[in-house]
Nanobody
Framework: QVQLVESGGRLVQAGGSLRLSCAAS????????VGWFRQAPGKEREFVATVSKGGGSTYYQDSVKGRFTISRDNAKNTVYLQMNSLKPEDTAVYYC????????????????WGQGTQVTVSS
């Protein structure tokens, strides 16, 4: 069973950049598609981005297209979320999640979840 640990979240000013990392252990990382999700206070969890097992396919929520980039390094068992041009509405706890098979934008399809990392964007 794979364990996931997110890192990289912090307070940043609007327009700034952050790179989140999702480090995996305890499983064959390259078996899993990985997604990033986020949850803001008082709101439901939402899909952000996902990357396929080999890294060749990616999908994004419309509001982050052109600003966020998801990537993975299977040799390091790590998935990254590069976030540029951050906006206050990007403030949330960001979670990474893993699933067998192909990409999905639905959280219910993911079996493995990290504990989350807080991203706060000040205006």
């Amino acid at each position: 069973q794979v364990q996931l640990v997110e890192s990289g979240g912090r307070l940043v000013q609007a327009g700034g950049s952050l790179r989140l990392s999702c480090a995996a252990s305890g499983g064959t990382f390259s078996r899993y598609a990985v997604g990033w999700f986020r949850q803001a206070p008082g709101k439901e969890r939402e899909f952000v981005a996902t990357v396929s097992k080999g890294g060749g396919s990616t999908y994004y929520q419309d509001s982050v297209k052109g600003r966020f980039t998801i990537s993975r390094d299977n040799a390091k068992n790590t998935v990254y979320l590069q976030m540029n041009s951050l906006k206050p509405e990007d403030t949330a706890v960001y979670y990474c999640a893993g699933k067998d098979g192909g990409n999905s934008r639905y959280g219910r399809d993911y079996a493995y979840w990290g504990q989350g990392t807080q991203v706060t964007v000040s205006s």
